[in-house]
């Protein structure tokens, strides 16, 4: 059974940073890709970052330079490091992993409210 599970959302001033974390379970998670969605408020989800089994990443634009995503296979776990955080990045963020045959499997998310 695929698990997971996200923490470390809450509430920040803008300009703040938040560290979000992603425990995975039920998969050989060294051999995916992993990933970081948002949804805010009335809006599409979108992917935020994501990064590969060797480590490469990448971000949607308005992230870059502000967020980092890594991988701990040891672990099992994906985090994404969020800096100067503005009220725009308001949402509930997901994580994400694909199986071979297109499967999605989601957390339950984490919300992160901006306050300006």
């Known amino acids: 059974q695929v698990q997971l599970v996200e923490s470390g959302g809450g509430l920040v001033q803008s300009g703040g940073s938040l560290r979000l974390s992603c425990a995975v379970s039920?998969?050989?998670?060294?051999?995916?890709?992993m990933g970081w969605y948002r949804q805010g408020s009335e809006k599409p989800r979108e992917l935020v970052a994501s990064?590969?089994?060797?480590?490469?990443?990448n971000y949607v634009d308005s992230a870059k330079g502000r967020f980092t995503i890594s991988r701990d296979n040891d672990r099992k776990t994906v985090y994404l490091q969020m800096n100067n955080l503005k009220p725009e990045d308001a949402a509930v963020y997901y994580c994400?992993?694909?199986?071979?045959?297109?499967?999605?499997?989601w957390g339950q998310g984490t919300q992160v409210t901006v306050s300006s």
């Open positions: 994400n992993t694909q199986t071979p045959a297109r499967t999605d499997y």
């Open positions: 039920g998969i050989i998670f060294r051999f995916y890709t």
């Open positions: 990064i590969s089994t060797s480590g490469s990443a």
